[in-house]
């Protein structure tokens, strides 16, 4: 069965979980029996940044994860409580963390330039 014939409640087993990680989320991985990834932040004011909007994401959803902060990083923790495992909605919720988190609009090619590669107003550690 497909990943999209799937039911939302219904749980993946750690090899699928790891073969639709590496496709779709390859700065994702699977630990404990979560879903995780690491987001590096330039200081304190980065992290809250980050901490908000995957706050924002997440209550959109209605689907929270749980987050380990620090000064310069943000954890992000993935599980389907009340399935018992990883489910379509950790991937879908995962999915728009990323795209939004890590957004670079520069690279788009539109009017919106993006953070100018200065320090004084970086927040966020793009993977290269």
Do not use: C
Not at 30 to 57: A, P
Not at 106 to 127: S, V
């Amino acid at each position: 069965m497909s990943w999209r014939e799937r039911k939302f409640e219904e749980t993946y087993s750690d090899a699928e979980v790891a073969a639709r990680l590496k496709e779709e989320l390859p700065h994702w991985y699977l630990e404990n029996g979560w879903i995780r990834r690491k987001y590096k932040t330039s200081g304190w004011k980065g992290t809250l940044m980050v901490v908000n909007t995957i706050g924002h994401l997440a209550e959109a959803a209605f689907h929270h994860p749980d987050l380990t902060v620090s000064y310069a990083f943000v954890i992000v923790k993935l599980m389907n409580h009340a399935a018992k495992g990883i489910t379509n909605k950790d991937f879908e919720l995962a999915a728009k963390i990323e795209a939004v988190v890590m957004w670079q609009p520069a690279k788009q090619g539109g009017a919106l330039e993006g953070t100018p590669d200065d320090p004084r107003f970086k927040y966020i550690k793009y993977d290269t």
